[in-house]
């Protein structure tokens, strides 16, 4: 990691079965009328990562998130993802 860079910022989620879970968001963007935000489960970046897509409906007050599992669609919003960020490894 490199010196200069800020730690990202830490969301906690709270599934409707389960303990809350924190994440920490690396980068996020807009497709297709959806938000998506490239997590991950370190704040120094070297942990496990996921897309996450929000699925709230307008006027939510919270967000509603789903793990992005569809392949053509993990494939075309990792690539997105992988533009944006040029040290992260995307698999």
């Not at 998506?36 to 370190?42: A, G």
């Not at 967000?63 to 993802?81: I, K, Q, R």
Request: charged share 30%; aromatic share 8%; proline share 3%.
């Amino acid at each position: 990691m490199r010196g200069n860079m800020q730690k990202p910022e830490k969301i906690v989620f709270n599934p409707q079965s389960g303990d809350p879970v924190e994440f920490y968001v690396l980068e996020q963007t807009r497709i297709g009328g959806y938000n998506y935000i490239l997590v991950t489960d370190s704040d120094e970046g070297d942990g496990e990562a996921l897309i996450l897509k929000d699925i709230s409906k307008d006027g939510e007050d919270e967000g509603v998130f789903t793990v992005v599992s569809d392949d053509t669609e993990l494939a075309a919003v990792a690539g997105v993802f992988g533009d944006m960020l040029e040290d992260v490894k995307l698999v």
